[in-house]
């Protein structure tokens, strides 16, 4: 398998600038940042790299060690099970605030602990501010890091520092593209209650998970060996992820971290998706997430002993998940009973049919014959005033499957033109069950 991505857990007091640094080190606006203490409730968690180095970051909620609050307990505990979860604590403190009774229990408390620590002082502006630093090596701390997450003043200075223990990126890319052999990977994803424990059990053919009728039973990812025909299988049995306002129990929202974990260790993703439901917005905003993270993925439709159907419902099924989700009509789908154990053995040909295709490569020739046949049917469209040409394609990468195209103007390619490509190389090429990546890059870069 592929290395893990090292998970790095920003924590800290309410309002030292932890979702700042968050977003600066996602290159994102994901998080919510107001000068409100208290404004991230929950972690906020995403995949980044660094100067070719990969890590996920977790943003937590504000760490108040001794506080009588139900909610600020609650983000302190939080931010506890995230630092058990994490190899790379970074300990954020408020320099314009200096330093406080909370900052200085905190750090008593991650002295405990074994991870790797940086103790960063936050809204260090510039060289004017590194006084403020000084009340800092109070807590004993040999080195301390100051930055300004809002301004980016000495984070790249932080970062390489912690880039000499984190992997590179094809480290955490492709896995077992030499031909080495091993147990194909499986992540059993999806909302509480969907049968993902009660398929990993009638796979193994044993109770030996934990099921009930209760949402939420499973709290933690599961590996399970199974050997059938001389193949190897790990199943990963992954906690039930919630919309985030409906999670109560604090060990679960702990729980959704280690499921989106489990589909970075997945070599292919099996979404369960309970019948008697039918897809809903979490399950969208879940599949989403799978596919933007790269990996090759089939539609468990669960519990379909216990729906009334006739020869079409089936079909009409189909027909509803690919107008709900377009843009993922390539998953196969597969309609299974875990209870009964209707259609499971399917499970294991399109397992290894979808990570064929995760792992398939075009030849340089094949592919730009494909091309120069299919635009001068389809030619770019005029974007502009300007006349895109595409000159140049090749496959860069598996797992997904990346292809990059050298172009005049890179950024006049709609939209709707990339797609279009994108499909008619389904239709041509297959990749069933694989999400692709597409790139234009202008010629001579």
Known sequence: MAT????????????????????RLTRSRDAIVEDTPGVTRDRHYGDSDWDGRAFSVVDTGGFEPDSDDVLLRQMREQAQL???????????????????SVDEEIARQLRMSSKLLFTIVNKIDGPKHDVLVSEFYALGFERLFPISAEHGYQIEELMEEVLTFLPTLDEVGSSQEDGEEGPLHLAVIGKPNAGKSTLINRILGTERLLTSDIPGTTRDSIDNLVVREGREYVFIDTAGVRRRKSIALLIEKFAVVKAFKSIDRAEVVLFMIDAKEGLTDQDKRLLGMVRDKGRPFMLLVNKWDAVEKDSTTSGTWVKELEREMPDMAFAPVVFISALTGQRVHRIFELAHEVHGQWSRRISTADLNKWFEALTHKHSPPVHKGRRVKLFYSSQVAIRPPTFMVSTNHPEAVATDYKRFILNRMREDFGFVGTPLKLFFRKRGE
Do not use: C, Q, W, Y
């Not at 995230?82 to 954020?92: H, L, P, R």
């Open 4 to 23: 893990a991505r090292p998970l790095i857990a920003i924590v800290g007091r309410p309002n030292v600038g932890k979702s700042r640094l968050f977003n």
């Open 82 to 100: 995230a630092i058990e979860e994490a190899e790379i604590i970074f300990f954020m403190m408020d320099g314009r605030a200096g330093l406080t």
